[in-house]
């Protein structure tokens, strides 16, 4: 069955920490913060040490990281709070890396703080690297090269993860060359805001350049990146809707078509359309965050209906993913 996880942010502490142990509780399989220097986040990878100490049983790790620059995540840094973080939460990580968007706004949002935003396909070509840096420090392996990051010598970590060989790595991608990446070095692959036709139309691609790369398409996990709004009337859910329309300006009629939007039932077959197009995971992001009320709904009236005769918990928890 198709496993759920939550996007959280926020810079409310206190409301963040009760919605991880609700979402904990109630079985869902990841649960991710946001990463950068946005406005509506604390620093990620520090609130990741606490997300990790706050459940026990969900699979933890940043909504995605960015290492296309130095000043962004240098990968040798980033390998050592990954492995920090995968003890704390006691081999419960991934690591999720993005690309990046392309739009103006965002690279103006990290040229203020004098943080490099170079073009998308340096983007590409620098996160390769630092996944190269990543996968063989987190895999306890002396690196010796130069490179984007600069030129390491000798350098290796200690101690190793405790997930061996190393966590998870996922990557979010879109676009030919991040695909094509995401085929050669990912463990995970997410999307985000496509319908379900969309996304089976990426994962026939994905699964071209998978095979030459001479990997299964089993080999890889494929997750989309959905906002939900749920509730059991049209009274109920119209003030959502209205909201998370006037939030997202422009953007909002296009991201409405993709999200999960109606009563529990319209919400599980919409779920199913996107289990039948490839989807082994969904990340949702829930419009009345940090209120627990969506995604409790979500647990308890729209997982029984996934599979009427499997249990619900199992419905929204996965296995670890072991790391390729």
Same mark, same amino acid.
């Given at each position: 069955?198709?496993? $759920?996880?939550?996007?959280? !942010?926020?810079?409310?502490?206190?409301?963040?920490?009760?919605? !991880?142990? %609700?979402?904990?509780?109630?079985?869902?399989?990841?649960?991710?913060?946001?990463?950068?220097?946005?406005?509506?986040?604390?620093?990620?990878?520090?609130?990741?040490?606490? $997300?990790? #100490?706050?459940?026990?049983?969900?699979?933890?790790?940043?909504?995605?990281?960015?290492?296309?620059?130095?000043?962004?995540?240098?990968?040798? @840094?980033?390998?050592?709070?990954?492995?920090?973080?995968?003890?704390?939460?006691?081999?419960?990580?991934?690591?999720?890396?993005? %690309? /990046?968007?392309?739009?103006?706004?965002?690279?103006?949002? @990290?040229?203020?703080?004098?943080?490099?935003?170079? +073009? /998308?396909?340096? *983007?590409?070509?620098?996160?390769?690297?630092?996944? +190269? %840096?990543?996968?063989? #420090?987190?895999?306890?392996?002396? %690196?010796?090269?130069?490179?984007?990051? /600069?030129? #390491?010598?000798?350098?290796?970590?200690?101690?190793?993860?405790?997930?061996?060989?190393?966590?998870?790595?996922?990557?979010?991608?879109?676009? =030919? *060359?991040?695909?094509?990446?995401?085929?050669?070095?990912?463990?995970? @692959?997410?999307?985000?805001?496509?319908?379900?036709?969309?996304?089976?139309?990426?994962?026939?691609?994905?699964?071209?350049?998978?095979?030459?790369?001479?990997?299964?398409?089993?080999?890889?996990?494929?997750?989309?990146?959905?906002?939900?709004?749920?509730?059991?009337?049209?009274?109920?859910?119209? =003030?959502?809707?209205?909201?998370?329309?006037?939030?997202?300006?422009?953007?909002?009629?296009?991201?409405? &078509?993709?999200?999960?939007?109606? &009563?529990?039932?319209?919400?599980?077959?919409?779920?199913?359309?996107?289990?039948?197009?490839?989807?082994?995971?969904?990340?949702?992001?829930?419009?009345?965050? =940090?209120?627990?009320?969506?995604?409790?709904?979500?647990?308890?009236?729209?997982?029984?209906? $996934?599979?009427?005769?499997?249990?619900?918990?199992?419905?929204?928890?996965? +296995?670890?993913?072991?790391?390729?």
């Amino acid at each position: 069955m198709i496993a $759920l996880g939550v996007q959280t !942010w926020s810079t409310d502490v206190a409301a963040v920490e009760r919605f !991880w142990r %609700v979402a904990d509780d109630l079985g869902y399989a990841r649960i991710t913060y946001g990463d950068g220097l946005w406005s509506f986040t604390h620093d990620g990878w520090t609130m990741l040490g606490a $997300l990790a #100490l706050a459940t026990r049983n969900a699979r933890i790790g940043p909504a995605v990281t960015y290492a296309f620059d130095p000043a962004a995540h240098h990968p040798s @840094w980033l390998a050592k709070r990954a492995i920090t973080v995968d003890h704390l939460s006691r081999g419960r990580l991934d690591v999720r890396l993005a %690309v /990046g968007a392309g739009d103006a706004a965002t690279r103006a949002a @990290w040229e203020r703080h004098g943080i490099r935003y170079p +073009d /998308g396909a340096a *983007r590409v070509a620098a996160l390769e690297a630092a996944v +190269d %840096v990543l996968d063989r #420090l987190l895999r306890g392996e002396t %690196v010796d090269g130069h490179g984007p990051f /600069g030129t #390491l010598r000798e350098a290796s970590l200690q101690p190793r993860s405790l997930q061996q060989p190393r966590p998870p790595i996922w990557i979010a991608a879109m676009r =030919p *060359r991040a695909l094509a990446l995401t085929a050669r070095r990912a463990d995970g @692959w997410e999307a985000s805001y496509v319908s379900p036709a969309t996304f089976a139309g990426l994962s026939v691609r994905l699964d071209a350049l998978l095979a030459h790369q001479g990997r299964a398409p089993s080999t890889l996990q494929r997750s989309v990146e959905v906002d939900v709004i749920v509730g059991a009337s049209p009274a109920e859910r119209e =003030p959502w809707i209205r909201r998370f329309a006037g939030e997202r300006g422009r953007d909002g009629a296009a991201l409405l &078509d993709t999200a999960l939007v109606g &009563d529990a039932e319209t919400v599980a077959a919409r779920i199913g359309a996107y289990q039948a197009a490839g989807a082994t995971d969904l990340m949702l992001g829930f419009v009345d965050f =940090p209120a627990t009320t969506m995604l409790e709904r979500v647990a308890r009236e729209v997982v029984p209906r $996934l599979d009427a005769g499997a249990d619900a918990r199992a419905g929204v928890r996965a +296995d670890p993913s072991p790391g390729r």
